[in-house]
């Protein structure tokens, strides 16, 4: 269950947690040392330099998207060559090929030599961008991960409960800036939705950024109440049940069904070694209440089982089942040691499984490789997501995490169609908007749907001799290729760069928000 603010313990020793740090000497903090000097103790949305972003308030112009080579990820495999869309407003009006006719428009978007796919949804992510980085060029630091060889259920039990704490020591305006750089790195990389499944921040600093930005967000607040010492029969309570519980809520009821069609509610929870039955149940009725989806990391380390039964007597996926919470609702990520029957009701339960193909090496961890499990959900037609996971840094977007999944399955399996490359990239787009609840409006390219696009340059050498441009795209692209991003029907990214605010003063908002932030952090 790989979330690499934790990797090497950088997060808990960034903050004090394992010995004292030097905040200068953090790749990131080194770099915002030339930021204008700030009140460490007050940053306020008021003082970000970026306060009020560029919206386009057309909702009626129509868009012709003329050229491209389309990949729609619906489940009919459409795949049109020569392509045009019109966009109508915030919808997709029509779609044709180049033998049909052009229909009215009031602007051209010129797609030739370009891929036009939906765009990509990342379910499952996390913002911890606040967290210093320490690492060093040359490896002399590395070390084994507590995610690695099994997982260290303890270590990252403490680690989880720690980062559920951080958000509340950041100010809005320090949340806001922050949130904003680390959302822009998503977006700039061709994510068009962002689940959050609980991050070192607040839910009310990032459904803004969310909104500055025009991103779609699944807004979470990280729920782990417990951890569970090593070789221990009963948890330790370290967190305020009710209180996370109450936090839930508030952002419910703020955030879910938002008004601006962007934001919704996802309440989550670490796992089931970071929870109390009461907290499950809590999360299990919050979501019932607001039908919505929820989320957690559902056997995701090989050590996880033992350590659950000892204390609860039962393994992470039959606690889940127990109590009511293997649902179509459900976004199960890392979900690679079920059980045979575990495995059947999983898949009867409709539950939603999701990995993060990419992200696993960085952290030493076996997810895709050790027990094949994430790739025979793809070979039973389980509807399987792709994503990020999270990080203190950018460590990669929406194009490598559906790379990873192409190459990785295929190698793991001896098999080339584990994981084909159009089927991968409805790992990265519909599938991620059927976990967010979100796949009638988003996830593919159809006639009805929001008009959320991703144009990628493939007009250069590595295309040249290839017929399938997608699958030189996973191979051989990335996310430095996206060239256009549209979020219901405005053009948020153009030529690479955002249409509606100058990335330096986004980036030197939050140089100072982090300088802010960790100087508080550390005192507390």
């Known amino acids: 269950m790989s979330c690499s603010c934790f990797a090497h313990n950088r997060f808990n020793r960034g903050f004090g947690l394992a010995g004292s740090t030097d905040f200068s000497n953090s790749a990131q903090a080194s770099h915002a040392s030339t930021a204008p000097a700030v009140d460490v103790e007050s940053i306020t949305p008021a003082q970000l330099t970026v306060k009020k972003l560029a919206r386009d308030t057309n909702t009626h112009e129509r868009y012709l998207i003329k050229g491209g080579f389309l990949y729609a990820a619906d489940t009919a495999n459409t795949v049109i060559a020569n392509s045009w869309i019109l966009v109508t407003g915030d919808k997709i009006t029509a779609i044709g090929n180049a033998q049909t006719p052009i229909p009215e428009y009031d602007r051209l978007i010129n797609a030739e030599g370009k891929l036009v796919l939906p765009g990509l949804v990342n379910p499952h992510w996390h913002e911890s961008f606040v967290a210093p980085n320490n690492e060093l060029p ?37 949340g806001i800036a922050i949130a904003r750089w680390s959302m822009w790195t998503q977006l700039r990389s061709g994510t068009t939705a962002l689940g959050d499944l609980g991050s070192a921040n607040t839910a009310n600093a990032m459904g803004q950024a969310a909104l500055d930005l025009g991103i779609r967000l699944r807004v979470s607040r990280w729920g782990s109440d ?6 221990a029969r009963e948890f330790k309570r370290i967190a305020d049940t009710q209180a996370q519980a109450d936090d839930w809520a508030a952002l419910m009821e703020t955030w879910n069904d938002h008004p601006s ?5 996802m309440p989550s ?7 109390s039955d009461e907290q499950l149940i809590a999360l299990r009725d919050i979501a019932n209440r607001y039908q919505s989806p929820y989320a957690t990391h559902l056997a995701p380390l090989r050590n996880e089982r033992e350590a659950v039964q000892h204390v609860f007597g039962l393994s992470p996926i039959g606690r889940f089942d127990k109590l009511g919470l293997l649902t179509d609702r459900l976004l199960a990520v890392h979900t690679a040691y079920a059980s045979e029957e575990e495995y059947q009701r999983l898949i009867a339960t409709g539950v939603n499984i999701c990995h993060s193909p990419a992200h696993y090496g960085m952290l030493g961890e076996a997810t895709n490789s050790e027990t094949k499990q994430i790739a025979r959900f793809l070979k039973d037609g389980v509807p399987v997501s792709s994503s990020t996971d999270g990080g203190i840094s950018f460590i990669g977007g929406m194009p490598e995490a559906m790379r990873a999944a192409h190459l990785g399955h295929n190698e793991a399996n001896n098999d080339n169609t584990s994981c084909p490359p159009t089927l991968t990239l409805r790992t990265g787009t519909l599938h991620g908007a ?11 390219i159809e006639i009805g749907k929001q008009a959320d696009l991703v144009l990628i340059n493939i007009d250069d050498w590595r295309y040249r001799l290839g017929n399938h441009p997608l699958r030189t795209f996973l191979v051989a692209g990335g996310s430095q290729d996206v060239d256009t991003v549209m979020i219901a029907g405005k053009v948020l990214v153009q030529q690479g760069r955002s249409t509606q605010f100058d990335e330096n003063e986004l980036l ?5 928000a982090v300088i802010s932030a960790r100087t508080r952090i550390q005192k507390t």
């Open 138 to 174: 040359d490896d002399s630091a590395l070390e084994t991960t507590p995610y690695a060889r099994g997982g260290n259920i303890e270590a990252l039990s403490a680690m989880f409960a720690f980062i559920s704490t951080v958000g509340q020591k950041l100010t809005l305006g320090e």
């Open 508 to 512: 030197s908002d939050y140089r100072k």
């Open 261 to 265: 069609g962007l934001i919704g509610g």
């Open 226 to 231: 417990i951890m569970i010492p090593s070789g």
């Open 434 to 444: 059927q976990a967010l609840g979100w796949k009638d409006r988003i996830g593919s």
């Open 269 to 275: 929870v670490m796992g089931a070694f970071g929870s």
